[in-house]
Every structure is written in C-alpha cells, then in structure tokens.
C-alpha cells in the first residue's frame, strides 16, 4: 500500500505530534508511506527523516491529510493521483460556526476532493455532518453548495499518541504517595488557557480547603503551563497551590508527573487529551469531562469521568462547548483524596491499559479497519494492508 502523507511533522504543537506519531504507525505497518510535510519542525525520528529522502511520485493508492480543519489541503491534484483521498480531523465544539470565514471557505471547498472524512470523535462527527447538512441546503448556485453526490463518507476513529517514555516509575523513581496521610498532589498540565477551564480547579481546589480545614491540609495543586494567564499571586490566594512556567524537557515533565497522584482535565472539549494520556501511562489516574475526545479513551477501570452542562460559546449562541460542573469535581477530589488506595489501582490499571489502546499504531490499525468497513469496495484497503505487512 502507497501513501501520500500530508501533515504538520512538528513535536511542539498538536497537529504536529499527531502527525509525527500517525506517519510511525503507518510505516510500521509496512505502507510504502511518502511524506508532503505541511511544515518541519525538528527533532524528528530517524524514521521520519529517512522517509522525508522519499521520492513524492505518484500513483498513490491514499491521499491522507491530517491537520486543522480550517487548513486542510486537498486539491484535484491529490485526487487524480490518489485512488482515495481522506482527511482525519479534530474539533472541540459542537459546531464550526466559530472557525474564521476562511477556514469554512477552504474546508468547504476540500469536501469537494475528499473520497472519505475521518473525525476523531461524536463531537467532531456531530459539528462537520451540520456543515455538511447545511451546504447541502445552499442553492446550487452558490459557492458553498455541496451536492450528496459530492458529500465524502464521513465516519470516526480515534487518533492515537506515542507512549514512548511515559512509563510507570520504578520504586526508587515513584515519589507519589498513596499512604492514608501525609501529600496528595492533584495537577493540570498544558497550554492552561480558557478551553482547559483551569480556574474550576483552582475554586474547586480552594472550596475544599476552605469547607475540610485540616481534613484537606495534605492536598496540594499544581498547574504547569506554557500560557500566560495564570498568575503566581494565586499561590497566596491559594493554600498549596503552585503555577509553573518553566519550559521543561520530557524526562522532567516525565518526574514531574511521577510526583502527581491525580490530573484534572475539566476542560471544555478535546479532540484527545495529550497530557491526560501521559499522566494515565505513568500509573496516576485523571479527572476528566465526560465529553468529546475524552470519551474514547475514558473508562471507569482507571479514570474518574467528570459531570458537565453544554453552553454557548459566545457570541456563537448555536456553538456549545462543554462546563465542568464544580460540585462534582469536588467531590471526585474528595475521593480520591479519601479513599487513595483505590485510586492507586486505577492508575496501576491505566498503565498497563492505555499505551496498549491508544498508541499510533492501533489507532492507524483502527482507522483503516473503520474506513475499509464502511466504505463500499473498501474490502481491497485490507487486501493492500495485507500485503503491506507481509512485507515488514
């Protein structure tokens, strides 16, 4: 199997490191994978950057574009070399009428080109199937008009992320304590900006230590970002809270979360959730919104799925996003905080489980068994992953 492969190859941002880790997982399968990096930011794999050496010659049996909606580049170049064209994608609210008039304009005009859509989630499936529902209404004269016939099979699959060095600790590295007393950390970590709802945590956090007292004296809060907003005079706001902004490599992000016991992520909507999934691998547990992408890798086995309401995203009052509901993050810290052990147990379960579910290459293993199902004559997409793995 052949692949054109067109996506940001960058660690440093969201689209980027997903496309890093998709474009792994396709080549270790044994897909003849080219790459047409919409950008290049190093460090890369070898991998990576053997395959950048690739001639781009066509026939290609995918055109596969992974990236921001809004930039998706799909033309008819891509598809009279390519047998399929596909895009894979993520949003986090429940409409697009928020993306910039741009965006939709591109976006409308690459549905045109794109055999298959592939969304990462039911909130991204729900916001692109009204685009597309309402282009169909458009007259036909009109330049946003897309005719059923023109309409790409749209269906989901979860993306997927690398578990590289997000392992568990080993008893000389653990500094969690799970003991009945002394420190319990809970954390947040990422780019903290209004979508993540940090400040929920922070009340939530606060509320409790103004309700329990001494009962609560142990907890501790850390929030570690990259984006400003998050003063340091909260920390004398806030008993045991701390804001860091330092930029940290892995292996010190990697202790960092070897010293947390629990990750809130009350956030307002995600296509995945990096953070959380590291934090999972590492053997601690996360409080979650029971929404969007974080619903495909929730399970009560080793997480704490998080009660939330939709509102609007204003001033798009038909764009809603998820809110957190603070009463019940309360008391799922309170839980855990209380009753440490078991939280112990689910993050020894997410451990083990997550790195095996979500990594990249059961995800491209996933995506293509999805697509290859529903699209019809899809059956010769598995005949070519066939071949392709006999291969490696």
């Not at 400003?228 to 806030?238: F, K």
């Not at 809603?320 to 008391?331: F, N, P, Q």
């Amino acid at each position: 199997m052949k692949i054109l492969f067109r996506s940001p190859l960058a660690a440093n941002t969201g689209y980027g490191n997903d496309g890093i880790g998709m474009a792994l997982g396709l080549i270790d399968k044994g897909i003849d994978l080219r790459l047409a990096p919409m950008h290049v930011s190093p460090p890369l794999p070898a991998k990576l950057i053997e395959r950048l050496l690739h001639p781009v010659e066509a026939p290609f049996d995918i055109y596969l574009n992974h990236s921001d909606p809004g930039r998706f580049e799909v033309g008819q170049a891509a598809r009279k070399t390519s047998d399929i064209t596909m895009g894979w994608t993520m949003w986090e609210y429940t409409r697009l009428s928020n993306m910039d008039t741009e965006g939709r304009y591109n976006l409308a005009q690459c549905l045109r080109e794109l055999d298959v859509f592939v969304s990462y989630d039911d909130v991204t499936h729900q916001a692109f199937d009204h685009f597309m529902d309402s282009m169909a209404e458009l007259p036909k004269s009109h330049e946003f008009h897309l005719p059923d016939d023109q309409r790409p099979l749209h269906v989901i699959a979860q993306g997927g992320y690398i578990p590289g060095d997000w392992r568990p600790p080993t008893p000389d590295e653990d500094q969690r304590n799970w003991a009945d007393d002394g420190p319990f950390r809970f954390c947040m970590v990422g780019a903290l900006h209004a979508r993540k709802d940090p400040m929920i945590s922070v009340l939530a956090f606060k509320e409790l230590k103004e309700e329990m007292g001494s009962e609560f004296e142990d907890a501790e809060l850390h929030l570690k970002t990259v984006t400003p907003g998050l003063h340091s005079a909260m920390e004398e706001w806030v008993p045991k809270l701390r804001v860091h902004y330092e930029s940290w490599p892995q292996e010190i992000l990697r202790t960092f979360y070897w010293n947390m016991n629990v990750l809130l992520a009350p956030s307002r909507g995600e296509g995945k959730n990096m953070p959380a999934l590291e934090m999972l691998s590492t053997g601690g547990t996360v409080i979650a919104t029971n929404w969007g992408g974080h619903t495909t890798w929730m399970d009560p086995t080793y997480a704490y799925p998080l009660n939330y309401t939709l509102a609007p995203e204003p001033p798009f009052e038909e764009c809603m996003s998820a809110r957190a509901s603070k009463d019940h993050l309360k008391e799922l810290m309170w839980h855990c905080y209380t009753h440490r052990a078991e939280a112990k147990r689910k993050g020894e379960m997410a451990a083990v489980l997550i790195p095996e579910r979500q990594n990249w290459d059961t995800a491209t293993e996933n995506m293509l068994r999805i697509v290859s199902d529903a699209m019809p004559g899809g059956h010769h997409i598995k005949a070519l992953l066939s071949i392709a793995r006999r291969g490696t």
